[in-house]
């Protein structure tokens, strides 16, 4: 059974910068797709980026586009969220979550897809 755990959220200044880590356990990554989703308070959660098995596609949601890059290490089997210029609306908890896509390594999931989750790490943005 895949097991995600989440890191590196905290408390940054706005206009600073943050990497979460998504550490992956139970099974190897090649063939998952991954993704970053957040939820800030009172807000549903929601996919912010998205990452092929490939590592050939990426999708970034508008709001995040520019500021946030996902790497993935599979050695590692570790998914990375780098995030810059962070601002109050950046504030939220974030999840990583992945979907086994077999031999579609090229398929971004849609959010409802994705059936294995981290517990969250919790990034704040003071303004």
């Known amino acids: 059974q895949l097991q995600l755990v989440e890191s590196g959220g905290d408390l940054v200044q706005a206009g600073g910068s943050l990497r979460l880590s998504c550490v992956v356990s139970?099974?190897?990554?090649?063939?998952?797709?991954v993704a970053w989703f957040r939820q800030a308070p009172g807000k549903e959660r929601g996919g912010i980026v998205w990452?092929?098995?490939?590592?050939?596609?990426?999708h970034y949601r508008e709001s995040v586009k520019g500021r946030f890059t996902v790497v993935r290490d599979n050695a590692k089997r570790t998914v990375y969220l780098h995030m810059d210029r962070l601002n109050s609306g950046d504030t939220a908890m974030y999840y990583c979550?992945?979907?086994?896509?077999?031999?579609?390594?090229?398929?971004?999931?849609?959010?409802?897809?994705?059936?294995?989750w981290g517990q969250g790490t919790r990034v704040t943005v003071s303004s």
């Open positions: 979550a992945a979907l086994n896509v077999g031999y579609l390594s090229d398929y971004l999931p849609r959010e409802d897809e994705f059936d294995h």
């Open positions: 139970g099974d190897t990554l090649d063939y998952y797709s």
């Open positions: 990452l092929s098995a490939s590592g050939q596609y990426t």
